[in-house]
């Protein structure tokens, strides 16, 4: 098992030295740092510019192999991911909005696998009647629905609640905004303007893990050995619940695993609509600046995340199905 | 649309070969008498009238009224998004300065923006463009994907390795970061072809993975092994048999690629990394629909609701699809 997992790392870290590569001479290639000096006006002097473009290693007058092997040395000798065009050093910037990300992210990503498992085991054992019909057609039409129009509708819904009962209820946006010491009331004010993002963020989760689980569950619920228990004279449920559920619960782990970086990206939308400084938000404003260091280490950090879901779905499925060996 | 039915009649060809192969194969010689019989007998009773198999996913698909109901809608979206900039007198770049903000009236249908600019015109525009990248690069993506996912399973051996580590590689960083990388460089004016470019360029990669597995059980059967070995080239034998047997599978998910495109595009152009002024879609309309939240709720409502109806009823479709193709459905009627 530890030398499997050892293998599998080994392959996961060339896996991110070659992504990450990519992306930064695909970065390099598409975005145009230049431009942000070029626009301003009056135009500061061409040798100023170049020298600021050369702090920042990012001059396209600089061959980008030469650019990418300096990139390269700083971040193995000193962990530096570089400056951005404003001359701010990437690696803070990433770090402090992480917990930002994360706050909202893990929530969210509990109450999905919760309500959505649970909701994926009630129409499983409901098969074509009307709950499950009406539950899953619910769960077809939220499944469908753009993150952005998810998000900003909350936020129209929540500002007509607001305005109705003359009190502000829920804020949209950021994640703090009271300024006293008394500790009930700061939590109360986060409770204020956390609820939103994570009701947008926990809806298009549950509707998933709600279809992915009830189909995992009707796959093995007919199973032989499923009958072979309710031929013992197990009653339905304890069959259910003993054999089938715990068989269709492997692939769902596998899910939830490779949902951690999917749930990054998805959280880059509901930053921007509630304006919380998190990695999302931070990676759209390295596009509009043309900062190729930053958006690459949003990247890499993004890769880290993948891979890690990735590692931790095969621990997972080797962990919990004896019939993956491993080797 | 023109591609789905080629992929339908050739899925239909092959099919009829396998049924070929096996029948010459003969099994049991009763079997094949009794075959030979009825194809005799059917000729000679030419009023018996066989139902043919598109007909068959026709009739299967009209039996589900939602499904109906969606096709139904998409059309009438298509039509909307084609002529619809016709029945208003504003075109979506000429503002109307006289009326900024305005809210829906007789002069200005579904209201006008911050800036002025009618949103009847605007949301056509934006639903066509919209439209036109869904489908654009949902098609492309399933021909890069079928393409490269069967021929990473027909080439068994160090191609396959190799060509399974690279898929991988490639979804290591999420699309969405790198397509916004590529897009949000695109100046005005052409920023929907980079959008299209670039939705393609990263949309086909976990989807050929999934296609390879699927392709792993093809590549076995009997008639893709004597056209290996009757010496018929590697991509004839991968465009003749193998794409053409992930038919049913490929007309789905290009129908619900849709739906991903067009999630994708929108939150793009939400961000402002995708299609920018002068040009507009309904992502950027959301986007100019943010920050009037409070003043002008119209320009975030209207788009928002075509956005939604666009993808429940390519949805629909999909679902209708997916039952009629099906041969182990058991959602529609008993009878054929």
């Known amino acids: 098992m530890l030398k499997y997992i050892i293998k599998r790392i080994g392959n996961y870290i060339i896996m991110l030295f070659v992504a990450v590569s990519m992306t930064y001479f695909l970065a390099s290639a598409f975005m145009d740092p230049r431009s942000n000096y070029m626009s301003r006006n009056p135009r500061p002097p061409m040798a100023s510019i170049n020298r600021s473009l050369d702090m920042a290693n990012i001059n396209d007058q600089t061959p980008v192999i030469i650019r990418y092997g300096r990139w390269l040395k700083g971040i193995v000798t000193r962990w530096d991911w570089g400056l951005s065009p404003d001359q701010s050093p990437v690696g803070p910037a990433i770090a402090s909005r992480i917990a930002a990300s994360l706050q909202l992210v893990t929530l969210a990503t509990i109450l999905a696998i919760i309500f959505g498992v649970s909701i994926g085991v009630y129409t499983a054992i409901r098969q074509y009647k009307w709950q499950d019909r009406v539950l899953n057609s619910i769960a077809t039409f939220f499944l469908v629905i753009p993150a952005a129009v998810m998000g900003l509708m909350v936020v129209l819904i929540a500002i007509n609640f607001n305005n109705l009962i003359g009190t502000r209820a829920f804020y949209v946006t950021g994640l703090h905004s009271y300024q006293g010491n008394n500790p009930v009331l700061w939590v109360l004010d986060y409770l204020q303007h956390l609820i939103l993002p994570t009701i947008v963020m926990t809806i298009p989760g549950t509707v998933s893990y709600h279809l992915t689980q009830r189909t995992y569950l009707l796959d093995t619920m007919n199973a032989d050995y499923v009958r072979t228990a309710r031929a013992k004279g197990l009653p339905l449920n304890i069959a259910i619940r003993r054999h089938a559920l715990r068989t269709s619960l492997i692939p769902t782990a596998v899910d939830v695993a490779f949902s951690i970086a999917g749930v990054f990206t998805g959280a880059v939308i509901t930053e921007n609509v509630f304006a919380i400084n998190g990695l999302g938000m931070y990676f759209t404003q390295t596009i509009a600046q043309n900062d190729i260091n930053g958006a690459v280490a949003v990247a890499a950090f993004g890769g880290v995340c993948t891979l890690t879901g990735a590692l931790l779905a095969d621990i997972f499925s080797a962990w919990l199905d004896p019939r993956i060996r491993l080797s | ?336």
């Open chain 2, 1 to 336: 649309m023109m591609n789905d039915s080629e992929n339908m009649v050739a899925d239909a060809d092959a099919t009829d070969e396998v049924r070929d192969f096996q029948q010459g194969d003969g099994q049991t010689a009763d079997v094949t008498t009794d075959n030979k019989s009825g194809k005799s007998g059917k000729s000679e009773h030419d009023d018996f009238k066989r139902t043919g198999r598109m007909m068959l996913y026709v009739r299967r698909f009209c039996r589900r009224p939602s499904a109906v109901v969606g096709l139904i809608v998409l059309l009438i979206l298509i039509f909307f998004a084609a002529f619809g900039a016709r029945f208003s007198q504003w075109s979506y770049d000429e503002p109307d300065f006289a009326a900024l903000a305005a809210p829906p009236s007789s002069e200005h249908w579904l209201g006008t923006t911050v800036g002025g600019s009618d949103l009847y015109a605007m949301i056509v525009r934006g639903l066509g463009r919209s439209l036109t990248i869904g489908i654009l690069s949902s098609i492309c993506i399933t021909i890069i994907a079928a393409l490269v996912g069967t021929a990473v399973a027909f080439f068994e051996g160090w191609f396959e390795h190799v060509g399974m580590w690279l898929l991988d590689m490639l979804l290591v960083v999420p699309s969405f970061l790198l397509i916004a990388l590529i897009v949000g460089m695109a100046k005005g004016g052409s920023d929907w072809i980079w959008l299209a470019i670039g939705l393609t360029a990263f949309g086909w990669i976990g989807y050929a993975r999934t296609l390879r597995t699927l392709t792993l059980s093809l590549r076995d059967r009997e008639y893709v092994r004597a056209a290996k070995f009757m010496g018929v080239p590697s991509f004839t034998i991968i465009v003749r048999h193998l794409v053409p047997n992930l038919g049913s599978v490929l007309v789905i998910n290009t129908v619900l690629g849709v739906i991903g495109a067009v999630n994708s595009e929108t939150s793009l152009s939400f961000l402002g990394l995708g299609i920018k002024a002068p040009d507009t879609s309904l992502g950027t309309l959301l986007n100019a629909g943010q920050s009037v939240v409070q003043t002008s709720p119209w320009v975030l409502v209207f788009p928002s609701v075509m956005l939604i109806i666009l993808t429940f009823s390519v949805q629909l479709i999909g679902d209708g699809l997916r039952d009629a193709i099906d041969p182990y459905s058991r959602s529609g009627g008993k009878a054929e």
